[in-house]
């Protein structure tokens, strides 16, 4: 069964004011109110704009004060849960976790809705962060990034930081107002090292990776795929499959060798057999996921619209 749930928090609580959900306390509600989202996870050095959740079926209450939700924290956990034969719920996490730059209610006829913007870089221009590098000659850059996010983020899980041992010659000490400036910095003058970094902030976690950074691969299963993979550019692959909260930017993947032997594949006489290109993966090896995107609309009935596109990069 699809699994959504949209809890909105005061700033610094981890009690929720609002929920949203498909399955309190654990059991599915067939009312649970229709949500639709577009939620791009990307690098943060890279400008894409914030994710957008839409609730259908809310009282008009909620939708005469809906600008109360700006500036609360929202966190949005997808995925699937047990009630179908080919749903794992080990799939389902965290999708985005920000605050919400923007909130507001419309009403078309009968449908009645509340919009919410979430930005998961927490800082503007106009709201500035104490993002403060202090990278000493000949330490490690991976020492300095963990006090400068533990010290900028105090509220988030401590930065998970995979990368090599990177210093410098010099000191190295700059001061930024978005999480953006500063990996768009670590990016530039790493990749000049031959070992660009990334900043990822990701199911509330910032995670901070190189080449370096090597997971254990994740197996896809032919019954995650929708539809093949196919080439988008030069050594770059785009793939969709059922809506995953478990993997991540820099995750390695697995594709399927086969799908001969996946549930639901019967043959019959041999002159019935169709083409066996159908039932095996045009890609096979490992991938690396550089880029993701989860959309989803719970009510509709069309699979697609409930997954997870991901780009990809082959390894090796």
Not at 14 to 34: D, L, R
Request: charge should be negative; proline fraction near 8%.
């Amino acid at each position: 069964m699809r699994y959504y749930n949209l809890s909105l928090f005061q700033p610094g609580s981890t009690t929720p004011i609002k929920v949203w959900e498909s399955h309190p306390n654990g059991v599915f509600n067939p009312n649970a109110q229709n949500i639709e989202f577009d939620v791009p996870v990307v690098p943060a050095d890279t400008e894409i704009g914030g994710a957008t959740i839409t609730i259908e079926g809310n009282s008009l209450k909620d939708l005469l004060s809906a600008q109360q939700y700006t500036g609360l924290l929202a966190q949005l956990s997808g995925g699937m849960k047990n009630g179908l034969p080919l749903a794992n719920s080990t799939q389902s996490g965290v999708l985005v976790s920000g605050p919400i730059f923007q909130s507001f209610g419309n009403w078309e006829g009968t449908e009645m809705t509340l919009d919410l913007v979430v930005v998961p870089g927490f800082f503007a221009y106009d709201n500035p962060g104490n993002i403060v590098l202090n990278w000493p000659s000949g330490t490690l850059l991976s020492d300095a990034l963990q006090n400068t996010l533990a010290t900028a983020f105090p509220t988030l899980p401590p930065p998970q930081i995979t990368i090599g041992q990177i210093t410098q010659q010099h000191d190295e000490v700059a001061r930024y107002s978005k999480l953006e400036q500063l990996a768009t910095f670590l990016s530039g003058i790493t990749s000049a090292k031959g070992t660009p970094v990334r900043i990822v902030l990701q199911g509330g976690t910032i995670y901070v990776t190189d080449s370096t950074f090597a997971p254990p691969p994740k197996q896809i299963l032919p019954t995650d795929l929708i539809g093949q993979p196919t080439w988008i550019a030069p050594n770059l692959m785009q793939m969709k499959v059922v809506m995953r909260g478990d993997l991540y930017i820099g995750s390695n993947i697995t594709m399927p060798s086969s799908l001969m032997n996946a549930p639901g594949i019967i043959f019959t006489l041999g002159s019935a057999l169709p083409s066996q290109i159908k039932y095996s993966s045009t890609f096979s090896g490992s991938f690396t996921i550089i880029e993701m995107r989860h959309l989803g609309n719970f009510r509709s009935q069309d699979g697609a619209q409930w997954a997870t596109i991901m780009n990809c990069v082959p390894n090796g």
